[in-house]
């Protein structure tokens, strides 16, 4: 079959209702007065990584289990009126949904509805080899028909990348992904040693790239052994929501590496949409565009005008000298 999809991502559809909280953690009272208003909007992590995918003009397919219901005709919306292609499987228990409490610093607290879904949830094993034989590249949710997956999608040979978000690197529910990917995405903020754990993911896996996203503190990078540090890029606007910023960071990624871009200039490309999403309200769902991204100035973590990282530390090496 001839390759006709540059992305093809797996699961993370759904819808998620946006609060805005006077502050987090929130403080227990019998109610509060939203005056922003409480609104429910299409995008989940799958959907955030197809809409940047798209967004710096890559093509771009999504599949996942939607149900017939409010939520599921707004995440059809919203792929139709990016021009996403969509492939839906009937989901009986309904649309994925959560719930995002937001802070006035933008940092947010996600409640998940786990009722939509059922232990025998998967996808056809035929229209995922189909899709993934399309496709240069697969992109992975952590959800269980995605778990179900990935054996026929090692057997396509297709590049596979995943997001294991805030991974603790100890919950095993999040170790076949782990190993199985190719590029591996994960959040710093419950590592306490994000060095240890990015390493320890390519010596057990197949991963040749491992990126632990933090923040404003940046990322760390693991390419072909050699540990970079990414600095985190300034926001082209004021912070308004964390929301999607890690499923930013790994489209914009994932083109840099279509596109043929060196792992350290694609990390960068990686801060540039993540710190972009950050500026995007929660209500909203937006993406950086090739022509913003290609034209980020790119620094080092003194601020200067230079390649956009610094070398820590190779395979074999020790900590560079104080």
Excluded at 15 to 44: F, K, M, N, W
Excluded at 102 to 125: I, K, N, W
Excluded at 231 to 238: F, M, R, S
Aim: proline share 8%; aromatic share 4%.
């Amino acid at each position: 079959m001839s390759t006709r999809t540059d992305v093809l991502v797996l699961g993370g559809a759904g819808v998620d209702t946006i609060v805005h909280v006077p502050e987090l953690p929130l403080p227990y009272a019998d109610s509060y007065l939203i005056d922003s208003g409480i609104r429910t909007r299409a995008g989940q992590t799958g959907d955030f990584v197809a809409l940047g995918l798209s967004a710096l003009g890559l093509r771009t397919h999504h599949l996942d289990l939607l149900g017939e219901d409010p939520e599921g005709d707004l995440v059809r919306a919203l792929h139709e009126e990016r021009g996403i292609a969509l492939t839906a499987i009937p989901q009986p228990a309904g649309t994925k949904r959560a719930v995002n409490l937001v802070g006035p610093d933008g940092r947010r607290l996600s409640l998940y509805d786990t009722s939509r879904a059922r232990a025998a949830d998967r996808f056809p094993e035929p229209l995922v080899r189909s899709l993934a034989a399309a496709s240069r590249h697969v992109h992975v949710t952590i959800t269980q028909p995605c778990a179900h997956a990935l054996p026929v999608l090692r057997e396509t040979g297709v590049p596979l990348s995943t997001d294991l978000h805030d991974w603790d690197g100890e919950n095993p529910c999040h170790e076949p992904f782990a190993l199985a990917a190719d590029i591996v995405f994960l959040s710093a903020t419950a590592l306490s040693d994000p060095e240890r754990t990015v390493r320890r993911i390519a010596e057990r896996g197949r991963a040749r790239v491992v990126v632990a996203t933090a923040g404003a503190d940046g990322a760390y990078l693991l390419a072909d052994g050699e540990l970079t540090r990414i600095p985190a890029a300034p926001p082209p606007g004021p912070v308004v929501d964390s929301n999607g910023a890690g499923d930013a960071f790994a489209a914009a990624f994932l083109f840099g590496r279509l596109t043929g871009r060196p792992a350290a200039r694609c990390a960068w490309y990686g801060a540039v949409a993540g710190a972009y999403a950050c500026t995007v309200p929660a209500t909203r769902t937006a993406a950086i565009g090739r022509d913003e991204l290609l034209g980020a100035r790119v620094v080092d973590p003194g601020g200067a005008a230079l390649a956009g990282h610094q070398v820590l530390r190779r395979a074999g090496h020790g900590p560079p000298p104080a």
